[in-house]
T-cell receptor, first 114, second 113 residues
Framework: NAGVMQNPRHLVRRRGQEARLRCSPM?????VYWYRQLPEEGLKFMVY????????ESGMPKERFSAEFPKEGPSILRIQQVVRGDSAAYFC????????????FGSGTQLSVL | QQQVKQSPQSLIVQKGGIPIINCAYE??????FPWYQQFPGKGPALLIA?????SEKKEGRFTISFNKSAKQFSLHIMDSQPGDSATYFC????????????FGKGTKLTVNP
């Protein structure tokens, strides 16, 4: 039973490029959360999605960031026109229920913006 | 505004010691308080969790103590081992449909042999 799979593990982008981060939740999980972690900081909530729906995007910047969780395929976090301040570790977590308990995290994508 | 304050930032103990990590929260609507353990290069993993109607919960060597009136909770690791060296995060979840977790800034624990 594979865990939460994130790819790529490391992503290097130049300023102005697009970054696309993928997350495949655990089998049977239809709830996906994205968190961002900066060095020496805790995880900051970005967005919560269910299949084909964004439930809560209150932590996601209004511009340049978007997320989706289609009926088929992984959840995607997209960052357009990246800036150096976007450099961080991005973690995806999945849960079998809406309650947000028992979150299972992936190993993250480390985004570096040059 | 940080809603969950965690201390200390780092902690070093000898093998067999009992490290204690503390967290304080402000929002009385929080209804679920988990602790996560994170090793370098890995995602956080759920360690243990508690609800505010319970004052203490034990799972193996890990214990959460919860003080609802003081809005504080802490993690105790009994008989700590070098393999426990990791970063520990406390978190809290809002009720009423807000499922997102609010995390503390983390405590880097080092257990020396």
């Amino acid at each position: 039973n594979a865990g939460v799979m994130q790819n790529p593990r490391h992503l290097v982008r130049r300023r102005g490029q697009e970054a696309r981060l993928r997350c495949s939740p655990m089998k049977g999980h239809s709830h996906v959360y994205w968190y961002r972690q900066l060095p020496e900081e805790g995880l900051k909530f970005m967005v919560y999605l269910q299949k084909e729906n964004i439930i809560d995007e209150s932590g996601m910047p209004k511009e340049r960031f978007s997320a989706e969780f289609p009926k088929e395929g992984p959840s995607i976090l997209r960052i357009q026109q990246v800036v150096r301040g976007d450099s961080a570790a991005y973690f995806c977590a999945s849960s079998p229920t809406r309650a947000g308990e028992k979150l299972f995290f992936g190993s993250g994508t480390q985004l570096s913006v040059l | 505004q940080q809603q969950v304050k965690q201390s200390p930032q780092s902690l070093i103990v000898q093998k067999g010691g009992i490290p204690i990590i503390n967290c304080a929260y402000e929002n009385t609507a929080f209804d679920y308080f988990p602790w996560y353990q994170q090793f370098p290069g890995k995602g956080p993993a759920l360690l243990i969790a508690i609800r505010p109607d319970v004052s203490e919960k034990k799972e193996g060597r890990f214990t959460i103590s919860f003080n609802k009136s003081a809005k504080q909770f802490s993690l105790h690791i009994m008989d700590s081992q070098p393999g426990d060296s990791a970063t520990y995060f406390c978190a809290a979840r809002g009720q009423g449909g807000s499922e997102k977790l609010v995390f503390g800034k983390g405590t880097k624990l080092t257990v020396n042999p």
